[in-house]
Nanobody, 119 residues
Framework: QVQLVESGGGLVQAGGSLRLTCAAS????????MAWYRQAPGKQRDMVAI???????NYADSVKGRFTISRDNAKNTAYLQMNSLKPEDTAVYYC?????????????WGQGTQVTVSS
């Protein structure tokens, strides 16, 4: 059984910062790509940032220069540092990890954490 637990969301004023954390636990052999997605009301879920196992990092154009994704493989944890937040960043943020067990591999999603940016 594998579980992803997110934390760090909340309410912040425009220009402020938040740091999201996603910790994976359970029968984990290794983790491939780690990514963050977000979904605003009435919109589709879009990728915000991805940190591949090989070390490649990519960001959505809308967050480049403001958000930073990082990972700690020893702790099976992903982070998303969000600076210079804008009202349009308001959404539920989800982490996603491709997790390998002893004989299997699949995608897992966190439960989501609300980020609200007031103007």
């Amino acid at each position: 059984q594998v579980q992803l637990v997110e934390s760090g969301g909340g309410l912040v004023q425009a220009g402020g910062s938040l740091r999201l954390t996603c910790a994976a636990s359970g029968s984990i052999s290794s983790i491939g790509d780690m990514a963050w997605y977000r979904q605003a009301p009435g919109k589709q879920r879009d990728m915000v940032a991805i940190f591949t196992r090989s070390g490649t990092i990519n960001y959505a154009d809308s967050v480049k220069g403001r958000f930073t994704i990082s990972r700690d493989n020893a702790k099976n944890t992903a982070y998303l540092q969000m600076n210079s937040l804008k009202p349009e960043d308001t959404a539920v943020y989800y982490c996603n990890m491709y997790i390998h067990g002893s004989t299997w591999a699949r995608d897992y999603w966190g439960q989501g954490t609300q980020v609200t940016v007031s103007s």
